[in-house]
């Protein structure tokens, strides 16, 4: 189904496609998760930092690295 819906050229019929799929996974489909991440974020004025990474949670994951003691 899915190779059918990439190669379908009309826009309404590959949306109804990957509806359809998403509607198979949604009913049949399982997960199992092995992890969950766990971050902790504080703040206070006796850390300084400079240019803080906007893409990632704890400063890109690189606090140790980028943050000092003031």
Sequence with gaps: ML???RSETDDKKRAQMYAEMQ???HDDG?????VFNNY??????????????????ADGLKVAERWWFA
Excluded at 30 to 34: A, E
Excluded at 40 to 57: F, M, R, Y
């Design 40 to 57: 902790v974020e504080a703040n206070s004025k006796k850390l300084a930092h400079g240019t803080i990474a906007p893409n990632w949670e």
């Design 23 to 25: 509607q198979l996974l």
């Design 3 to 5: 190779i059918a819906a």
């Design 30 to 34: 399982g997960i199992i998760v092995l």
